[in-house]
Nanobody, 121 residues
Framework: QVRLVESGGGLVQAGDSLRLSCAAPGRTTTRYSTGWFRQAPGKEREFVASISGSGHVTDYGDFVKGRFTISRDYAKNTVYLQMDSLKPEDTALYYC??????????????WGQGTQVTVSS
C-alpha cells in the first residue's frame, strides 16, 4: 500500500500560480509513475498530467496548453505540479495518483485525498 499526500492548494486570483506537491511518506516514489487529476463539483474526474517513473516521459491534458508543468524530486520522494496562469475554470479538487501514466483514472492503483484549488476571477 502506498499512501499519497497532496498539498499546496489554496485560494488564488486568476493569473496567479500555485505549486502542488504529492508526497509518499516513508516510501520511495522512484519506480512509480504518477499522475494528477482534478474534479470540479458536478463534473467527472479529469486527467491533468502524468510523469513516468524515470521522469523522462510526461503527458498533459489538452486543456493545459503549456500552463502546467509536472516534475519529480527523487531526493524528496515528491511529485510536483506547477500551475501558472490559473483560470477560474481550473477550480477543482486536485488528486495525485500512482501506478500509471495513463489518462484514464481507472488505471491508477493508489490515490491521495486531494487538495482544493480555487481560482477567483
Amino acid at each position: 500500500q502506498v499512501r499519497l499526500v497532496e498539498s499546496g492548494g489554496g485560494l488564488v486570483q486568476a493569473g496567479d500560480s500555485l505549486r502542488l506537491s504529492c508526497a509518499a511518506p516513508g516510501r520511495t516514489t522512484t519506480r512509480y509513475s504518477t499522475g494528477w487529476f482534478r474534479q470540479a463539483p458536478g463534473k467527472e474526474r479529469e486527467f491533468v498530467a502524468s510523469i513516468s517513473g524515470s521522469g523522462h516521459v510526461t503527458d498533459y491534458g489538452d486543456f493545459v496548453k503549456g500552463r502546467f508543468t509536472i516534475s519529480r524530486d527523487y531526493a524528496k520522494n515528491t511529485v510536483y505540479l506547477q500551475m501558472d496562469s490559473l483560470k477560474p475554470e481550473d477550480t477543482a479538487l486536485y488528486y495525485c495518483a500512482a501506478g500509471s501514466t495513463s489518462r484514464s483514472n481507472g488505471d491508477y492503483e493508489y490515490w491521495g485525498q486531494g487538495t482544493q484549488v480555487t481560482v477567483s476571477s
